[in-house]
């Protein structure tokens, strides 16, 4: 790679960085904050899950078909939910009789 490859490519990456901050920060005219698409990738607090359902790690494990070691990675922060399993923990958390329906149990 050339030297002004690199530069345009370091100085395409800073404009990037700076635009993410203002955005950010609301820093963006309304116009150019509509171009972007935010997404949030915040891990969901696996712990409160469980225990708003009043289910024990063994419970919950059982209940939705969670492996319990997984479960207890999750929980102790030494794994994050990803894929199909942050989506049922998302709507255990926002309707569990939907899913405990669901399942019939």
Known sequence: ?????????????LKG???????????LPEGERARY???DFSAIDVVRVRK???????????TFYIPLKTLRNWEQGERVPRGTASI?????ERNPKAVLEALRV
């Not at 960085?17 to 820093?27: I, N, P, S, T």
């Not at 049922?88 to 255990?92: E, G, H, S």
């Open 52 to 62: 708003a359902s009043g289910m024990t790690q063994h419970e919950f494990s059982r």
């Open 37 to 39: 698409r935010v997404h």
């Open 17 to 27: 960085l700076k635009q993410a901050l203002a955005y950010e920060q609301g820093m």
């Open 1 to 13: 790679m050339t030297k002004t490859k690199k530069t345009k490519m370091g100085q395409s990456i």
């Open 88 to 92: 049922l923990l998302k709507i255990i």
